[in-house]
């Protein structure tokens, strides 16, 4: 079957004819989460691109650790919930889990802390012990926190174009050969003005840019899951300023396939992932309007696990190199020092951005984290192991 041909390529297609051009964000809509979208149906769906779970369960760990800050900050209630947002194969689930499972038979706070944790995993494709977001309603107001993890660069995105110092936006359309290909027209929401308005002076003819409308929806579920507790979100992205810059001028659009960076999302439709960068300033002000306050200013990934105690990870592992650089454990060393290096690397998983927020609940105190983690450095293990950078 021709790329074209893909299923969900032809449920676009005939939409396409039946209605006219659709938005960008219709169109991914369809490509990601139709009845053949990329989550919902395609085999490779989280196995085209790795992730900061999936690279090793330090990450887990070391957001166990911050868990255990929040369930302190927040009096430490006998029950404290996790609600994990788009969370995949349960990956990071599994690894704050493992992390926690091994101090719950401690007769001191962390094994207090064990018994009061309650994680629950939702995503649109449930597997294992994650569960159907159609789940997420029988969640009382809970105490604890939100957890999403590159879930906010996967939602559908309408995309603009700058022509004659005004805002178009680029809807998708059926060209004279026959093939997809942006149409602009004027715009499907004065929220995609609204948002691209005080840039547009600076912005060179022809600039592209995406704007994303859904992350006041998410604002809205997540208020509504919170008695109260905290929100962390994990995510490649930028605030405002930065996303729509001058130099930015063909957008954050990125496609995913094998491993493979592409930028044409009229390809492989349905079996390919599609994503945008966050626009972190419409995170924090769709958060604040619900009530939701920032508790910090954005970080990045790196920084943030330096925050939690990696570095002593890293310490432990480039001693255990030296020590046992020619003896038979030393190429797990290796595996385990580039696994962990990937994680904060600033040109790939640390350049990620990481929002804390508070809703009716204190500031969490992270200051003795850095030099004392929580939990001890986990080992890599073969889920792990298949997705360990190389050089």
């Given amino acids: 079957m021709p790329e074209e041909a893909t299923p969900a390529h032809q449920i676009v297609e005939a939409e396409i004819r ?5 938005t960008f964000a ?18 490779s769906a989280g196995a085209d691109y790795a992730t900061s779970p999936q690279t090793h369960p330090a990450f887990g760990a070391l957001i166990a650790g911050y ?32 992390a926690v499972a091994n101090g719950r038979d401690r007769a001191d706070q962390i094994g207090r802390f064990g018994e009061a944790l309650r994680y629950h995993a939702f995503d649109i494709r449930p597997q294992g012990d994650v569960c159907s977001v159609d789940e997420i309603r029988r969640l009382e107001s809970l105490v604890g926190c939100v957890i999403s993890n590159e879930l906010l660069d996967a939602f559908p995105t309408h995309m603009f174009a700058i022509r004659n110092g005004a805002v178009w936006e680029c809807y998708v359309g059926i060209d004279v050969d026959g093939q997809m290909s942006f149409v602009e027209d004027t715009v499907s929401n004065e929220e995609i003005e609204d948002r691209v308005g005080e840039y547009v002076s ?28 905290y929100v962390l979100t994990i995510d490649y992205g930028c605030e405002r300023d930065t996303l729509y810059h001058p130099a930015r001028h063909e957008g954050s659009l990125r496609c995913y396939r ?33 009530g939701i306050e920032s508790m910090s200013e954005l970080k990045s990934q790196r920084d943030f696990l330096f925050d939690l105690g990696i570095d ?42 990481v929002a804390q927020h508070r809703y009716r609940a204190p500031e969490i105190d992270l200051s003795e984290l850095e030099t004392a983690p929580i939990f001890p450095q986990p080992a890599l293990s073969n889920r792990h192991l298949r997705h360990v950078p190389y050089d």
Wanted: proline share 3%; no cysteine; glycine share 12%.
């Fill in 67 to 98: 868990l255990f800050k929040a369930w302190q900050a927040l009096g430490k209630p006998e029950t404290f919930d996790v609600a994990e947002l788009g969370a995949g194969d349960g990956g990071l689930a599994r690894d704050i889990l493992d």
């Fill in 258 to 290: 094998d491993h493979v960076l592409g930028q044409n999302p009229f390809r492989y439709v349905g079996l390919q992932d599609i994503t945008a960068h966050a626009d972190f300033t419409a995170v924090h002000e769709a958060l604040n309007r619900v």
């Fill in 26 to 43: 219709r169109f991914m809509e369809i490509a990601l989460y139709g009845e053949h979208g990329y989550y919902t149906a395609s085999v």
């Fill in 202 to 229: 600076v912005l060179p003819e022809g600039y592209r840019g995406e704007v994303n409308l859904e992350i006041a929806s998410w604002a809205n579920s997540v208020v509504r899951l919170l008695q109260s507790g």
């Fill in 18 to 22: 039946a209605k006219g051009p659709i």
């Fill in 312 to 353: 002593r990870y890293l310490r432990r592992v480039r001693k255990a190199l030296v020590s046992d650089r020619y003896g038979r454990h030393g190429g797990d060393w290796v595996h385990e020092s580039r696994a962990l290096n990937a994680l904060v690397d600033i040109r790939g998983l640390g350049d990620f951005r």
